[in-house]
């Protein structure tokens, strides 16, 4: 059955809603695994999505979140803004709070926050602003008021997640290169894997990563990233083998500066929702020893989001 989306509000048109009933991943995740990239819609009836969203999504609510992180075997959430849900973080601030604990996030902020939002936002478990230039999810927001909170939420000793597909890199390259924080790509910058981990493409963010240590690198969403497959459905133990070697390289390089998450409940997908048990059956494949899973799944994300 369909999954609902509460309010006054229509999932748009060929939405897949998250999978239901996800395996039991055959991978024992580390004691204190951290999901560092996951979503919450919702529920339209509680938390309405933005008026200058994109799509609709069906409700993913907080609740579902945290039955999913026990399933699976993870510790800890980070709560990452959806843009269906704007600069409005209340759905996710409200996530963070009732996690007791398990939870922080990732905020969308404007240019006119007051500092005593800001504050109250690193009061419920905040440490970090989305700055979104994924074209299809968002409108323009101009680099110099993007420069303005990025310098603001430094203070607060926050750092910035960027999304951007591959081929925007290099005009994006100034502006992300004097951000005054630690900057975090989501989903590896969205490398065009039919291009193949030579590309030029790809080079550049390694590049980008080798020449900036403060850039850091989600090695996540492999099924939206993957072209050949096979899909993370039906006990597939050896998924997306064609963007093992991209998040595998980024692993083996940069082992103190990479991030895992689930990314459920998945915006976006057209082709298929996957499992996301067996997503976490793909992490061996890119971090293949126990000290480099330590590192990706505990201690990259307890240093960067449980500090303090
Ligand atoms: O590729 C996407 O559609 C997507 C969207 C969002 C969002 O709407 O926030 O977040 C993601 O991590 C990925």
Known sequence: MSKSTSGDFTKTAGWLDWFAGPAKPQFQLPAGAVDAHCHVFGPGAEFPYAPE?????????????FALRDHLGFARNVIVQATCHGADNRAMVDACLASGGKARGVATVKRSVSDEELLQLHSAGVRGVRFNFV??????????ELMEIAARIAKLGWHVVIYFEAVDLPELWDFFTSLP???????MGRPDIAKGVDSAEFALLLKFM??????WSKVSCPERLSVTGPKALNGEQNAYQDVVPFARKVVEEFPDRVLWGTDWPHPNLKD??????????????IAPTAALQQALLVDNPMRLYWAA
């Open 135 to 144: 074209k299809r999810l968002v409108d323009f927001t101009p680099k110099d």
């Open 272 to 285: 298929h929702m996957p499992d996301d048990g067996l997503l976490v059956d793909f992490i061996p494949q």
């Open 210 to 215: 080798r020449e900036h240590t403060n850039v």
């Open 53 to 65: 969203r994109k799509y609709t999504p069906c409700d993913a609510s907080k609740h579902e979140l």
């Open 181 to 187: 924080t630690t900057v975090v790509v989501d989903h």
